[in-house]
């Protein structure tokens, strides 16, 4: 029968990090017709949490697919999990980059650095309520570019 491990995350997100072999079928643009290649096969679906690779599998068997399963393990638990020794996963570097902002807030409202100070949460806020409405965070993808982040090929 063969197996197939299918990673509904967007573009962006797969090309930060992904287990070798996956397919990339974003869930933002399903179509059915996408999935009947594998449709014989085991198809194991994986995303970042498991909640849009739950919905595609609830579409793919609605559509009479019969070996869908979910991985165990998803995204954001494996690349914890396989960072290695002493690095950071970029999620850490991104609350720490965040950490920095809200302190540069901070020092800049104490020592009066005047009103461009309050730029900081402002674009903080818009950021953060852009990444939570699209579910795509574009510093947490500039991060998975900086050189120490790059996976070894």
């Excluded at 690349?79 to 570097?93: A, C, M, P, V």
Aim: hydrophobic fraction near 40%; include cysteine.
């Amino acid at each position: 029968m063969g197996s197939v491990i299918i990673d509904v995350r967007s573009k962006k997100e797969f090309s930060e990090f992904s287990i070798p072999g996956a397919i990339n079928i974003p869930s933002d643009s399903y179509t059915i017709e996408e999935y009947f290649p594998f449709k014989e096969k085991q198809i194991c679906l994986v995303c970042e949490s498991g909640n849009r690779a739950y919905k595609v599998s609830q579409e793919l068997e609605k559509n009479g697919f019969e070996y869908v399963s979910l991985l165990d393990r998803h995204m954001g638990e494996l690349s914890e999990n396989l960072s290695t020794k002493g690095s950071w996963t970029i999620d850490r570097q991104f609350r720490l980059i965040l950490a920095i902002f809200l302190a540069v807030f901070l020092i800049g409202i104490y020592f009066q650095w005047g009103n461009g100070v309050w730029l900081i949460p402002l674009i903080l806020f818009a950021g953060l309520t852009f990444s939570a409405l699209t579910n795509n965070c574009y510093l947490k993808i500039l991060i998975a570019h900086f050189p120490w982040n790059r996976q070894k090929e």
